[in-house]
């Protein structure tokens, strides 16, 4: 089960049980914990529970499915992403997620489109913003292809931010306020908040300060409820 293979891994003998066991994927929640808050606020949090990095035997199990083409590269670097961002270790995440979505991913478009989150945080995080863009955009397409709202909503947060950081404060506002109605839309309070937050950083930026006070009172409010 997924304990003999977590402690497996731990001490170094992993990688078989992972290549072997076809529910062996679905281990890594237990292996790899992510925060119970959204990947922007990780850092905040700073709880990071399992592992300082990861395995060794992961990194040849992912090589080895890489090298074959297999989804399951897909779905691990998909999982492992936020790992790699809160830890700081932009270079190699990117380069593990690079790797898997060169690879053959057409059958499952939602993880897909969570790998290229991954791949845009982190593209972002070292300033390479055009490619960070295109990864972002890239997920958005298909989550609109999906009608995944919740996830055109954080495609949508992540171009907003960008365009904040590049002052191009239009379309930063036009991200999320789309953000937003689609929060309201699921009524997400805390997406609802967050698109606010949001909006008020870029009400700041553009000098408007009583909208931004507006706006960051109201996320502040909203989220006190939660």
């Known amino acids: 089960g997924c304990r003999r293979l977590v402690r497996g891994v731990r001490v170094g003998q992993g990688e078989e049980l992972f290549m072997a066991r076809p529910g062996g994927l679905d281990c890594l929640d237990e292996l790899i914990a992510p925060p119970a808050v959204r990947p922007a606020e990780a850092h905040e949090v700073g709880r990071v529970e399992s592992m300082s990095s990861p395995p060794h035997n992961l990194r040849v199990a992912l090589d080895r499915w890489i090298g074959a083409g297999a989804e399951a590269a897909l779905r691990v ?4 992403w936020w790992f790699w961002w809160v830890r700081g ?8 997620l690079e790797r898997a979505l060169a690879g053959d991913g057409a059958g499952l478009p939602a993880v897909r489109a969570r790998a290229l989150i991954g791949a845009g945080t982190l593209a972002e995080s070292q300033g390479d913003y055009d490619e960070a863009i295109a990864l972002h955009e890239e997920a958005l397409t298909i989550y609109r292809s999906l009608d ?9 947060e ?9 002052g191009d404060y239009a379309a930063a506002r036009a991200y999320h ?6 929060a309201t839309a699921l009524d997400d309070q805390q997406g609802i908040a967050h698109a606010l ?6 009400a700041a930026y553009q000098g408007m300060d009583e909208r931004a006070v ?9 989220l006190a409820d939660l």
């Open 177 to 182: 306020e789309e953000a937003l109605a689609l």
């Open 197 to 202: 937050l949001n909006l008020g950083s870029v």
């Open 158 to 166: 992540s171009l907003g931010s960008i365009a904040q950081d590049r």
């Open 148 to 156: 995944d709202q919740h996830g055109m909503t954080e495609a949508l």
């Open 214 to 222: 507006a706006l960051k009172t109201q996320a502040l409010s909203l």
């Open 89 to 96: 270790y932009f270079r190699e995440g990117r380069s593990w």
């Open 77 to 80: 670097t998909a999982k492992l």
